[in-house]
Each structure stands twice: as structure tokens, then as C-alpha cells.
Nanobody, 124 residues
Framework: QVQPVESGGGLVQAGGSLKLSCVASGRTFSMYAMGWFRQAPGKGREFVVAISRSGRSTYYADSVKGRFTISRDNAKNTVSLQMNNLKPQDTDIYYC?????????????????WGQGAQVTVSS
């Protein structure tokens, strides 16, 4: 199993950039597809992007396509999310999730492990 831990959140002005990192413990990180989701208080977890176990395949939500980029380094058990041209509506808590299958999915219930979340706040 993997236990993700997110870092890199913070406060940024609209149009700015932030990079989130997720480091996962465990020796089988490369066997997990990874995803980023975000969630506002009182709302459901919203899909942002997913990446395959090898890193060769990605799947983005339309709302972030062209602005966010996911990548992973299996040697360092890390998945990263580069967020550019941030908008106030990107303000949320961002969660890193792991899924022990080949297929990419945007459904949060299909992820097995979650980190504690990282707050991203974009001011207008």
C-alpha cells in the first residue's frame, strides 16, 4: 500500500503559479495510478487529473486542461502538479490519491489511498 503526503500549497494571486508535490511511502508506488482531486468545504471531491503507473498516460479535467501539468518520478515515489495561470475558482483543498489498477478514473470512490490535503488559495 501507499500513504500519500501532500505539500506545496499556499496563497497566490490570480495568474500566478504553484507546484504541489505528493510523496508516497511504500515500495510499490510504481504499481499505483495516481490522481489529484480538490474539495471545497461542504462539497464533494472534484477530479483534477490522473496519471498512469508509468507516467505515459494522463487524464485532465476540462477545467484545468492547458493550465495544470501532472508528472511523476517513480524512483522518488513522487507525483507533482504544476499549476499555472491560477484562478480564484481554483481555491480548494487539493488531495492526492492512489489507485492500485491500470485504468485511470475520475471517480474518487475508486481510489484506495488519500493524503491529508494541501490548501490552495488564489486571490483575485
Amino acid at each position: 500500500q501507499v500513504q500519500p503526503v501532500e505539500s506545496g500549497g499556499g496563497l497566490v494571486q490570480a495568474g500566478g503559479s504553484l507546484k504541489l508535490s505528493c510523496v508516497a511511502s511504500g515500495r510499490t508506488f510504481s504499481m499505483y495510478a495516481m490522481g489529484w482531486f480538490r474539495q471545497a468545504p461542504g462539497k464533494g471531491r472534484e477530479f483534477v487529473v490522473a496519471i498512469s503507473r508509468s507516467g505515459r498516460s494522463t487524464y485532465y479535467a476540462d477545467s484545468v486542461k492547458g493550465r495544470f501539468t501532472i508528472s511523476r518520478d517513480n524512483a522518488k515515489n513522487t507525483v507533482s502538479l504544476q499549476m499555472n495561470n491560477l484562478k480564484p475558482q481554483d481555491t480548494d483543498i487539493y488531495y492526492c490519491g492512489g489507485r492500485s489498477t491500470v485504468l485511470l478514473t475520475s471517480t474518487p470512490n475508486e481510489y484506495d489511498y488519500w493524503g491529508q490535503g494541501a490548501q490552495v488559495t488564489v486571490s483575485s
